[in-house]
């Protein structure tokens, strides 16, 4: 699915698999080395980073669902 966002300013236009986490894109897609997946569950927070102005843990979240946002790192 074709994915649109725009990460600590840059736009970024993806083809991803409907099934991958915002973690995953962020990181192999589009080079933000803060976001870090290590529990997988949300509990621990190494994930999160700001949508849209609301901080959310980006390894619960599918990139789809953040399509069209603005996404800033943590």
């Known amino acids: 699915m074709?994915?649109?966002l725009?990460?600590?300013g840059a736009r970024h236009d993806l083809d991803v698999?409907?099934?991958r986490t915002l973690a995953?894109?962020?990181s192999a897609e589009c080079g933000v080395a803060g976001c870090r997946v290590a529990?997988?569950?949300g509990t621990c927070g190494?994930?999160?980073v700001v949508v849209d102005g609301d901080p959310v843990r980006s390894c619960l979240m599918?990139?789809?669902q953040a399509s069209?946002?603005?996404v800033r790192g943590m």
């Open 62 to 64: 599918l990139a789809v």
């Open 6 to 8: 725009v990460v600590d």
């Open 24 to 26: 995953e894109v962020l």
């Open 17 to 19: 698999e409907p099934g």
């Open 2 to 4: 074709r994915v649109r």
């Open 39 to 41: 529990c997988t569950d």
């Open 68 to 70: 069209g946002t603005w």
């Open 46 to 48: 190494a994930c999160a």
